[in-house]
């Protein structure tokens, strides 16, 4: 009876272990799905228009890309999003997440700019409102500003068009 207890634990937790070993943590589901992109004013890189707020991404669908220059999968899938917003008429914003200006900017000379518009998010509330827990996250937006669909990690092919394409055209 002595070692029945310490035992019963280690079986419960290796049964954890390994069921959560199973799971793929770019698969849990946002709670924003459905719902209107989170309220924020943040500033634009370029400064035109300065500021940028959840109201202007309304009359289109649009990707919302949050990102960073110190971001390894952000360097993954950059090279696919500037194909993307070349070959496609997708309307793609780029939140610049908890990252300085000084390293964003020559990152983007060397590696292009497939953003129509980049904001700053320096201190990461953005982010926090929006539910991002690690760069890349892309969410598709439909015309009316609502969150149809969380992206976690870099956009690939695979996800443009058997996720994201498919939304897209539904939404428009």
Wanted: proline share 9%; hydrophobic share 40%.
């Amino acid at each position: 009876m002595r070692y029945a207890i310490p035992l019963v634990v280690l079986i419960a937790l290796i049964g954890l272990f390994v069921f959560g070993l199973q799971r793929d943590p770019r698969l849990v589901p946002s709670p924003l799905i459905g719902k209107a992109a989170p309220a924020f004013d943040l500033p634009t890189l370029d400064g035109t228009p300065p500021r940028m707020t959840q109201a202007d991404l309304e009359g289109a669908p649009v990707l919302v890309n949050f990102f960073a220059s110190w971001c390894a999968g952000c360097q993954e899938e950059h090279p696919y999003l500037m194909q993307l917003t070349q070959n496609s008429q997708v309307k793609l914003l780029g939140i610049d997440y908890k990252d300085a200006e000084s390293d964003l900017r020559p990152w983007l000379g060397r590696k292009g700019n497939p953003y129509g518009q980049i904001l700053t998010d320096l201190e990461g509330r953005a982010g926090i409102d929006w539910g991002v827990y690690g760069v890349p996250e892309t969410f598709v937006l439909n015309s009316r500003g609502t969150i149809i669909y969380k992206q976690i990690g870099p956009m690939t092919p695979d996800v443009w068009e058997h996720e994201i394409q498919p939304l897209l055209k539904a939404a428009s």
